[in-house]
Structure formats: C-alpha cells, structure tokens
C-alpha cells in the first residue's frame, strides 16, 4: 500500500502560536485523513478530507489538500498545552479504509 | 461516541508461547476492522483488515500463520501471535469503522513484549 509521508517534524511551540505540519503522498487517493496519537494510545480521527476538497475546517483545525503535488497540510490554531501528542496523516487510496500512514510529527506545546 | 475495546493493554510473554489480543466494539456493529503493529516512535503498518464471518485479508509481507485473525461476531475480532519471538514484541493496535468507509474508531493498542 502507498505511503503518506509527513516532513520528518519535531515542533516545539508556545501555548497560543500556531503548528503547521505537512503531509506528502506517491499515488493517487480518495481521501486524506488526519489522526492524533498521545503517547503510548491508541488513535483519534481529526478530520478528513476527499480528493475533490481543497481546503477544510474543524475548530482550530484546518486542512488543505493538493493533489496536483500530493501534498495536504494540517494546521492548529492557537495551540494548547493538551494538543501536544504525534500527529499523522493517512491516505486512503481506495476509499475503504485501508489506510497508509504518514511518519508521524510530535508535537509538544509548552505551556 | 463510537468505542472500540482492545484488551490487553499490555502482555509480557516467553519466547515460543501465543498471545491473543482481542478488539471490540461496545457500543456498534463493525462488520470490518484493522490490524496494526507500530514501532517505537514510527508509524503504524497495516497488517490485515478483518471481516466478520470471512477470512482476513493481509497485507503484503504479513505472515497470516504467524498473525492468526479472526472476527467471529460483528463486536469481536482477536489477532493471536502465534509462537512470539522478541522480534514480534510491538504495539499492536485494532481499528473499526461503525459505517462502511466512515472514519475509524482505534483502540488504546496493545504493548507486546516478548522475553
């Protein structure tokens, strides 16, 4: 299965700045999704997005997506000291849900 | 919210015995779930998706005597790792989704450690 690949990214940022994290994939897709993971747990969805979107929100989150550099990008607004965990995307290329996921980016918000 | 079970959190075997973990979903049906092992500060690796009442797909390189699925009730799946050797020892982590192609719901994972 394909690989969705973050930028290999270790952020460390301040209560209220805001995180950027980047995601690239190699094939096509029907949707990107993007999960949290706080350490040593299991996985929370946080949004998806399909391939016909281009840009999507969800509370200080928000997502876009370039398929013509399958490229998407996760940004948190105004960040919390409870949003640090590792973050990754996951592309879904046949729309069933069998998921390739991205690297990973860890992402601690000091308070 | 949609809740998925994975018990149990943690297991600490001998080399050569089988573990059985198991994943439900307590307050949905989940015709289909995922399998996943995940290594130390990388990403997880999809190694089979399981359907109710039929035998589990696997990916590419999964050994499917060495990862015995089964998903006999539309709550249930257990994952076995059969004959664990330390290099099986892993974050084993179970997914399922409540509708067909909704996005999933991940249980807490299980550590794996094999001595």
């Known amino acids: 299965s394909q690989q969705g690949e973050e930028d290999p990214q270790a952020l460390s940022i301040q209560e209220g700045e805001n995180a950027t994290m980047n995601c690239s994939y190699k094939t096509s897709i029907n949707n990107l999704q993007w999960y949290r993971q706080n350490s040593g747990r299991g996985l929370v969805h946080l949004i998806l997005?399909?391939?016909?979107?281009r840009e999507k929100h969800s509370g200080r989150l928000r997502v876009t997506l370039d398929t013509s550099k399958k490229s998407s990008s996760l940004l948190i607004t105004a960040s919390r000291a409870a949003d640090t965990a590792s973050y990754f995307c996951?592309?879904?290329?046949?729309?069933?849900?069998?998921?390739?996921f991205g690297k990973g980016n860890q992402v601690v918000v000091i308070p | 919210g949609a809740v998925v079970s994975q018990h149990p959190s943690w297991v600490i075997c001998k080399s050569g015995t089988s573990v059985k973990i198991e994943c439900r979903s307590l307050?949905?049906?989940?015709?289909?779930m995922f399998w996943y092992r995940q290594f130390p500060k990388q990403s997880l690796m999809l190694m089979a998706t399981?359907?109710?009442?039929?035998?589990?797909?696997?990916e590419q390189g999964v050994e499917k005597d060495k990862f015995l699925i089964n998903h006999a009730s539309l709550t249930l799946s257990t994952l076995t790792v059969t004959s664990a050797h330390p290099e099986d020892s892993s974050f084993y982590i179970c997914?399922?989704?409540?509708?067909?192609?909704?996005?999933?719901?991940f249980g807490n994972g299980t550590r794996l450690t094999v001595t």
């Open positions: 399981s359907n109710e009442g039929s035998k589990a797909t696997y």
């Open positions: 996951a592309t879904d290329q046949g729309g069933n849900n069998r998921l390739a």
């Open positions: 997914s399922a989704e409540d509708r067909q192609n909704s996005p999933l719901h």
């Open positions: 997005i399909r391939s016909n979107e």
């Open positions: 307050d949905f049906q989940a015709t289909t």
